[in-house]
Nanobody, 129 residues
Framework: QVQLMESGGGSVQAGGSLKLSCVASLNTPSSSNNFMGWFRQAPGKGREGVASVSVKSVRTYIADSVKGRFTISRDDVRNTVWLQMDDLKPEDSGMYYC????????????????????WGQGTQVTVSS
């Protein structure tokens, strides 16, 4: 089982930037976090896949809604993934959840929550206009 701990959320004005971090804690070396990334959820809406990255950063996914503004990166030695969010918009507001899975959970423009095996507790991002 992978424990995920997020940090870096906060409140910014539109056009600003935030960087989210997620550290995975594993008891033993594991494939449980082969894929790590982020989902977000606005009040009253479903959980939306934002970005994911595979081990060794071979494969990345960025949702169309954030492409060109968000960047995902990963350090496999530190079991850490980051989400750099630039040019933030009010519609980017929501709770951001770190996710980990042994296999890809985003494909062809869709991300599937039922393929995620571990979730973080979430970190709030609020963008004001």
């Amino acid at each position: 089982q992978v424990q995920l701990m997020e940090s870096g959320g906060g409140s910014v004005q539109a056009g600003g930037s935030l960087k989210l971090s997620c550290v995975a804690s594993l008891n033993t070396p594991s494939s449980s976090n082969n894929f790590m990334g982020w989902f977000r959820q606005a009040p009253g809406k479903g959980r939306e896949g934002v970005a994911s990255v595979s081990v060794k950063s071979v494969r990345t996914y960025i949702a169309d809604s954030v492409k060109g503004r968000f960047t995902i990166s990963r350090d496999d030695v530190r079991n850490t993934v980051w989400l750099q969010m630039d040019d933030l918009k009010p519609e980017d507001s929501g709770m951001y959840y770190c996710a980990a899975a042994p296999t890809a959970y985003c494909d062809r423009g869709e991300c599937y929550t039922d393929l995620v095996r571990s979730w973080g507790q979430g970190t709030q991002v609020t963008v004001s206009s």
